[in-house]
């Protein structure tokens, strides 16, 4: 994330050079980025590894702990009742999980190995859904706005640093490359669970060929095994983040058309007639986007689980 | 030199990964709305199939995009 961090110091760089002016590449970046000198909770770096609790890391635990304490909660509920027919929220999180395990693990992996997948792909799916579905929800703009008009904390205050930055813990390619080296480890067990250690890395590449063309294939398919999880890193990330972006960039025509015309009518016309039509349009497709991708993600493990048990040569 | 990738090589490449993900989804969902025409029962399976090669393809564009938005940020 280097080059986000170059570029936030050079919008202040010359934001502050303008002076005043509006400029909507910082406020894009300022909400879209970590943030990391704006750090919540400094910690000191260990082994050169700077620990300070950052934006996204801050949304990373609420996401775990909501999930946890939520389904943990739930389930507890349903296992005391004297009757097996789920009620309330049970009944979303029945639905989720037979969704997950019939829809999404079993086609791909398989009847045998459905009940050693289905835990590690439901728990990406709800983690995933449940982290991009919470940042949608502008809770930091929220308590900024409350901050500012009522509370009136101080400069250096925890809520003063809170305010910086994104909400979208899987917005943060960090968040998403580790995800996807659970899958990357995944693939490489579930090869090793079926087919045994030495069979899962000959499973790669096809048998009975002429030698030169292993030549070329060997390094495609290992190739190939790092380009996987990749994708899946990116396009998660790449999803999230270009969701923020098209919202701030399509707010900021508000006070560009202002700031262009001089005078702050102007702004409130164009964003009446075109920016918040446009931005809630968005936000709606956003919410199509949150579900999509939490599906493309797990459904994506399960493909990749499900080849290097199912091998196709 | 910079201004010319920024200014020409970059949209000029964002503009292709367009056409080339434009093309593929464009092919993909007419090929699924004809499937369904001629076979509305097997809609569900028609879906299912026609998902994954569609997330792949849209696993490709972000790449592109990607790999583009990089230049524009490291090539300073």
Redesign the interface.
């Given at each position: 994330m280097m080059s986000v961090q170059e570029i936030a110091h050079q919008a202040e760089h010359t934001a502050a050079e303008a002076g005043q002016k509006f400029d909507a590449s910082k406020v894009i970046i300022e909400h879209v980025s970590n943030a990391p000198e704006h750090p919540l909770i400094h910690l000191p770096r260990i082994f050169g590894i700077d620990f300070s609790v950052t934006k996204h890391v801050f949304m990373l635990w609420l996401v775990a702990v909501l999930v946890f304490v939520v389904v943990v909660w739930v389930v507890r509920r349903y296992l005391r009742q004297d009757r097996l027919v789920p009620s309330g929220f049970m009944n979303a999180l029945e639905f989720v999980v037979e969704f997950v395990r019939d829809e999404i693990v079993q086609p791909n992996v398989g009847r045998k190995w459905v009940n050693t997948w289905t835990p590690l792909v439901l728990t990406f799916f709800v983690f995933i859904l449940c982290a991009n579905g919470i940042g949608l929800i502008p809770i930091f703009d929220v308590v900024g706005l409350l901050d500012h008009y009522v509370l009136h904390t101080a400069e250096d205050s925890f809520v003063k640093h809170m305010i910086h930055g994104g909400t979208t813990a899987t917005a943060n390619f960090n968040v998403t490359a580790a995800l996807a080296t659970v899958t990357f480890g995944a693939i490489i067990v579930a090869g090793t669970l079926a087919h045994g250690f030495v069979k899962h890395w000959k499973n790669l590449v096809p048998h009975g060929m002429a030698w030169p063309i292993y030549i070329i294939l060997i390094p495609i398919e290992i190739l190939g095994m790092f380009v996987r999880p990749f994708a899946l890193t990116m396009r998660l990330a790449a999803n999230m983040t270009g969701g923020h972006i098209a919202i701030l960039a399509i707010l900021s025509f508000v006070f560009l058309f202002a700031e262009l015309f001089g005078r702050a009518m102007a702004g409130i016309g164009v964003g009446l007639v075109v920016s918040v039509p446009l931005a809630v349009g968005i936000s709606a497709l956003e919410i199509i986007v949150v579900l999509i991708q939490a599906y493309v993600f797990t459904l994506l493990t399960a493909v990749f689980i499900g080849m290097a048990i199912h091998v196709h040569h | 030199m910079t201004g010319l990738v920024q200014f020409f090589a970059i949209p000029f490449g964002l503009g292709m990964i367009v056409i080339g993900a434009g093309i593929g989804i464009g092919k993909l969902a007419a090929a699924a709305a004809d499937g369904i025409a001629r076979q509305p029962n097997a809609a569900d399976k028609i879906t299912?199939a026609v998902?994954?090669p569609l997330?792949?393809l849209?696993?490709?564009a972000?790449?592109g995009?990607?790999f583009a938005l990089?230049v524009l940020?490291?090539g300073k």
């Amino acid at each position: 994330m280097m080059s986000v961090q170059e570029i936030a110091h050079q919008a202040e760089h010359t934001a502050a050079e303008a002076g005043q002016k509006f400029d909507a590449s910082k406020v894009i970046i300022e909400h879209v980025s970590n943030a990391p000198e704006h750090p919540l909770i400094h910690l000191p770096r260990i082994f050169g590894i700077d620990f300070s609790v950052t934006k996204h890391v801050f949304m990373l635990w609420l996401v775990a702990v909501l999930v946890f304490v939520v389904v943990v909660w739930v389930v507890r509920r349903y296992l005391r009742q004297d009757r097996l027919v789920p009620s309330g929220f049970m009944n979303a999180l029945e639905f989720v999980v037979e969704f997950v395990r019939d829809e999404i693990v079993q086609p791909n992996v398989g009847r045998k190995w459905v009940n050693t997948w289905t835990p590690l792909v439901l728990t990406f799916f709800v983690f995933i859904l449940c982290a991009n579905g919470i940042g949608l929800i502008p809770i930091f703009d929220v308590v900024g706005l409350l901050d500012h008009y009522v509370l009136h904390t101080a400069e250096d205050s925890f809520v003063k640093h809170m305010i910086h930055g994104g909400t979208t813990a899987t917005a943060n390619f960090n968040v998403t490359a580790a995800l996807a080296t659970v899958t990357f480890g995944a693939i490489i067990v579930a090869g090793t669970l079926a087919h045994g250690f030495v069979k899962h890395w000959k499973n790669l590449v096809p048998h009975g060929m002429a030698w030169p063309i292993y030549i070329i294939l060997i390094p495609i398919e290992i190739l190939g095994m790092f380009v996987r999880p990749f994708a899946l890193t990116m396009r998660l990330a790449a999803n999230m983040t270009g969701g923020h972006i098209a919202i701030l960039a399509i707010l900021s025509f508000v006070f560009l058309f202002a700031e262009l015309f001089g005078r702050a009518m102007a702004g409130i016309g164009v964003g009446l007639v075109v920016s918040v039509p446009l931005a809630v349009g968005i936000s709606a497709l956003e919410i199509i986007v949150v579900l999509i991708q939490a599906y493309v993600f797990t459904l994506l493990t399960a493909v990749f689980i499900g080849m290097a048990i199912h091998v196709h040569h | 030199m910079t201004g010319l990738v920024q200014f020409f090589a970059i949209p000029f490449g964002l503009g292709m990964i367009v056409i080339g993900a434009g093309i593929g989804i464009g092919k993909l969902a007419a090929a699924a709305a004809d499937g369904i025409a001629r076979q509305p029962n097997a809609a569900d399976k028609i879906t299912g199939a026609v998902n994954l090669p569609l997330f792949l393809l849209e696993g490709v564009a972000i790449l592109g995009e990607v790999f583009a938005l990089l230049v524009l940020f490291l090539g300073k």
